[in-house]
């Protein structure tokens, strides 16, 4: 406890895990499903293409779904998940509107766990990779072609 007898806040327990490892999870709103589209699928892959080599930021293993989007992401020591998820969200909604899906096309804001070891990345991609089978999308996960993996990041 701290001599506010509060405890600490997270972010200073959680400072050690530098540069930490983000499981992320972007909703559409209502639930639309807009983003299994080849389109979006590119405009993402693009983006995250764009940030690892400018920035140094590294989208790991993602899947795109109808409704939502699931990726882990790593950056820099200074990154700022919530301006980069601004960023990201702004990329996708300029591909959903030449799509002509009209705004809004998002839920305010998204969803985040830090990732602390191997076992937990584990355990969140088989969560993820199951989704589009959970779904009735698809009989095998291989099958689904709106998931991937950008950059390997290490998960230790």
Known sequence: MSTTGRPPRLEQIFQRYDPPLYFVTFCTHARKKILAHPEVHRAFQD???????????????????PEHLHLFVR????????????????VLTKTLGELGHPPPHWQRGFFDHLIRNSESYSQKWDYVWQNAIDAGLVKCPDNWPYQGEIAIIDRA
């Open 47 to 65: 983006f995250a293409g764009r940030g690892l080599k400018k920035k140094g930021v590294a989208i790991g293993r993602y899947v795109l779904m």
């Open 75 to 90: 950056g820099s020591a200074d990154f700022k998940l919530q301006q980069w998820a601004r960023m990201l969200k702004l």
